[in-house]
């Protein structure tokens, strides 16, 4: 059985101090919490918009459409990407009310005022009617900061906040190994949920729930916390290490056969399990060995920069505030939540998956199924609880949203006791204070 010490393992260096404020339910259910998170959080992080992928022409635009706000994404003539605010100058009228299109300019459906590109004015109605003279050349747009990382586009509505690759940090440096440029988002979902956008950040800033909600990784992900790493950057953001294709150390995995579906993930190496009876920990290191001697014939030229770590484990990067990277060497998932337009009770959760262009790969396998291994093959948005999947691990982690929310409106919850392991959770919340508590 596991003797192992079963304290949360946190880095030296990226363990900041925090300081125990408590996490009462105000903050996921009223109003007025709302209210300073629009005026105090969401106008001074980066957003991701969109991926790169989406923008080949010049006059592509993908909208994002945030809070009460809309950011409309546009390629320019010129090759870049650069961002708006998707209103128009003269009465307010939105513009764009697609999620994704394709012109040579941007003409407002009210009276009709058009705009070039790059978000100037180039023709009005009756342009000699205005005091100060025709508007056209004069009027843009309102423009937003827009800059790109590997395959991501992202948008930020703050002219004082760091520069994307500063901001991002130290995950630009991480994630390097990975090669990420050139993956290819094969799944876009999202979903309407009832419950506050926190509910699944606090979700995704721990791993205790793993043996609960997810009892089905426990045969090839360790969720031990001895060997799961904890780490908390200045940034603001935060990562996990969990040790994969290893069963967790909760249990006696290590003395019997190996377990389904690790058996199954090895023999796809040229691995024969039963070598591994009674010291099944040891599949984990056979895999990295036979991903460096098959992974290049195979196809997967990416393992040639990444670390044993990254080939074998799972690293979830968790931004500050909302915005989820879980990686493996063959996945890179993006799970977000974000605040509805007006109910502080209601988010949208949006699920992205992509994967590294493998030559000859037809089909990726995804958290819904098999999907064709193409920009954007499968790509829905539907209710939460419809019954339709947004992956097999993403459905579990929604399943307790609506309950949490409800049980959060109880006179009798006081604010949460959290076990050491969920640090994460309470500095992401004393962040989110610093942020947002008496800025007015
Ligand atoms: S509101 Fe856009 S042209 Fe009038
Ligand atoms: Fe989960």
């Known amino acids: 059985m596991n003797a192992e010490p079963t304290l949360s393992r946190y880095s030296a260096e990226y363990d900041p101090p925090v300081r125990g404020d408590t996490i009462t339910a105000e903050r996921y259910i009223s109003r007025e919490w709302m209210e300073l998170e629009n005026r105090h959080l969401w106008p001074k992080v980066w957003h991701l918009g969109g991926v790169i992928a989406e923008f080949e022409e010049p006059g592509d635009i993908v909208r994002h ?225 036979a991903k460096r001697r098959l992974g290049p014939q195979r196809g997967y030229t990416n393992y040639a920069d990444m670390s044993d770590q990254q080939l074998a484990d799972y690293f979830h990067c968790t931004l500050f505030p909302n915005l989820t990277l879980t990686m493996s060497p063959e996945q890179c998932q993006i799970l977000r939540t974000e605040p509805h337009p007006t109910d502080p009770e209601k988010c949208i959760f949006q699920h992205w998956c992509l994967y590294p262009p493998i030559e000859g790969m037809k089909e990726v396998e995804t958290p819904i199924g098999m999907a064709p291994l193409e920009h954007d093959a499968v790509h829905y948005h539907t209710r939460y609880g419809d019954g339709i999947s947004l992956g097999f691990v993403a459905d579990q982690d929604l399943s307790i949203g609506t309950t949490q929310q409800q049980g959060l409106n109880s006179r009798g919850f006081k604010g949460c006791t959290l076990p050491l392991q969920e640090k994460r959770i309470q500095r992401f919340h004393e962040l989110l204070n610093d942020m947002v508590l008496g800025k007015d």
């Open 65 to 289: 459409n945030f809070g009460k706000d809309s950011v409309i994404m546009v390629k320019q003539e010129g090759g870049a990407i650069r961002a708006f605010y998707n209103t128009c100058p003269h009465r307010g009228n939105r513009l764009i009310l697609n999620d994704s299109t394709c012109m040579p300019s941007i003409t407002c459906a009210y009276h009709s005022w058009k705009f070039d590109l790059d978000g100037t004015l180039i023709k009005v109605q009756d342009p000699d009617d205005f005091a100060g003279g025709d508007p056209c050349g004069k009027l843009r747009l309102a423009e937003l900061r827009c800059e790109t990382w590997g395959p991501f586009v992202f948008w930020c509505m703050d002219d004082d906040a760091a520069p994307l690759i500063e901001w991002l940090s130290p995950f630009p440096e991480r994630l390097a190994g990975y090669g990420l440029d050139n993956w290819v988002r094969v799944l876009k979902l999202s979903s309407d949920c009832e419950f506050n956008w926190k509910i699944v950040r606090d979700n995704f800033n721990e791993s205790y729930h793993l043996p609960t909600i997810h009892p089905e990784v426990a045969t090839f992900i360790n969720d031990g916390l001895p060997s799961t790493l904890f780490e908390m950057y200045p940034s603001g953001h935060n990562s996990m290490w969990m040790v994969g294709h290893q069963a967790t150390s909760r249990k006696d995995y290590e003395s019997g056969k190996t377990p389904s579906p690790l058996d199954e993930i090895a023999r796809g190496w040229g691995i024969d399990p039963d070598e591994y009876t009674g010291r099944t920990s040891g599949i984990r290191q056979a895999v990295i060995e």
